[in-house]
């Protein structure tokens, strides 16, 4: 639509109550910066033509000076690495982690917020999770269930990327955290896993028995905006979701699909 996907990503931990943001680049991402900083040419611009929507929009996506801060993942060593490039930023404390690639769409609370909620109640580790095609859990961190109330599944290990015929599961991770600063002292052995890559789950999962792990089964629809389809589906339904969108795309659909 009309924002990057990191403006999503941004707003949905405002929205659960995220005060301070941390941010891991690499080289040929100074646009992402430039983002969330003012832009005066262009405020003054939108002040000038009147467009004092567009501009209060503009100001809107601005964090809190001080609250915002950048590190480099200087080689792309995977996800798990990502996150240990921000460990003395993020320091002794509980963490959430958003992949912007990953878009949810929920009608009444965030994502991330549902997450929150549960965490507040029972603490640990807590991850979004939905059910994928057993054929398809090779792509993702998939849980080790032991317990499972149709809404909150608790496990005792996480497999990355396992083949069908291995997967303890079909409930997979989506890219949504909340964890322990104990995977730190995982991370930290720099030890490799699925791709050769440092992995997130396989330190998540070491972390197990001794800092509980739950998945929540969210409200929303998630889409892979990291795939062609996943991208232009997310359009779709954002634009449908909107009052000033929905009727012109509806028509759009209908005249392409005659």
């Not at 965030?110 to 929150?116: E, K």
């Not at 859990?137 to 290990?157: P, S």
């Not at 599961?169 to 440092?198: C, H, M, W």
Request: hydrophobic share 40%; aromatic share 8%.
């Amino acid at each position: 639509m009309d924002k990057p996907l990191i403006q999503y990503a941004v707003e949905e931990a405002i929205a659960a109550g995220i005060e301070q943001f941390i941010f891991v680049t690499g080289r040929g991402k100074t646009a992402l910066e430039d983002h969330f900083d003012h832009s005066y040419e262009l405020e003054d611009t939108l002040v000038e033509k009147g467009k004092t929507d567009i501009h209060k929009a503009v100001l809107d996506i601005l964090p809190e000076p001080g609250k915002v801060f950048y590190t480099r993942q200087m080689k792309p060593k995977g996800l798990g690495h990502a996150v240990w490039c921000a460990k003395e930023l993020i320091g002794d404390e509980p963490f959430a982690v958003l992949l912007a690639d990953d878009l949810v769409l929920a009608q009444n609370k965030c994502c991330l917020a549902q997450m929150m909620d549960v965490y507040n109640q029972t603490g640990g580790n807590v991850v979004a999770i939905e059910e994928v095609p057993r054929e398809e859990t090779y792509k993702y961190g998939v849980l080790n269930v032991v317990e499972d109330d149709g809404r909150i599944a608790q496990a005792n290990g996480l497999v990355e990327k396992p083949d069908p015929q291995d997967a303890p599961s079909n409930l997979s991770i989506i890219g949504r955290y909340i964890l322990q600063p104990e995977v730190f002292a995982q991370l930290d052995k720099q030890e490799t896993g699925a791709g050769n890559e440092i992995q997130l789950t396989d330190a998540m999962a070491k972390t197990i028995p001794a800092i509980e792990f739950r998945g929540l089964r969210f409200e929303g629809r998630r889409y892979d905006c990291g795939s062609k389809l996943g991208f232009i589906e997310a359009n779709l339904a954002f634009a449908l979701a909107r009052d000033d969108l929905r009727d012109g795309v509806q028509r759009i659909l209908s005249e392409l699909t005659q």
